[in-house]
Nanobody
Framework: QVQLVESGGGLVQAGGSLKLSCAVSGIIFRAYVAVWYRQVPGKQRELVAS???????DYAESVKGRFTISRDNAKNTVSLQMNSLKPEDTAVYYC???????????WGQGTQVTVSS
């Protein structure tokens, strides 16, 4: 059974930082692509960052230079360090994992990030 559990969300002032973590179990984590998405009410879930099994990274233009995704295959975790946060970063953040050749994504339950102006 695949499980993903996010932590680290909360309320922060604009310009502040938060670090999200996601603990993954039930898969051979090192073989999976890990992703962070976010969603606000009434909008589609959007990709924030991804990291491949070989630790190649990709970011949405809106977060480049501010967010950093990383993974620890020994601990089966993926993290998202978020700096210089803006009110428009407010959303529910979801971590997910998928095989590189597959479109099926396993999701966590989400964690709320709120950035006040």
């Amino acid at each position: 059974q695949v499980q993903l559990v996010e932590s680290g969300g909360g309320l922060v002032q604009a310009g502040g930082s938060l670090k999200l973590s996601c603990a993954v179990s039930g898969i051979i984590f090192r073989a999976y692509v890990a992703v962070w998405y976010r969603q606000v009410p009434g909008k589609q879930r959007e990709l924030v960052a991804s990291i491949t099994a070989s630790s190649g990274t990709d970011y949405a233009e809106s977060v480049k230079g501010r967010f950093t995704i990383s993974r620890d295959n020994a601990k089966n975790t993926v993290s998202l360090q978020m700096n210089s946060l803006k009110p428009e970063d407010t959303a529910v953040y979801y971590c997910g994992v998928r095989r590189s050749f597959d479109t099926t994504v396993y999701w966590g339950q989400g964690t709320q990030v709120t950035v006040s102006s």
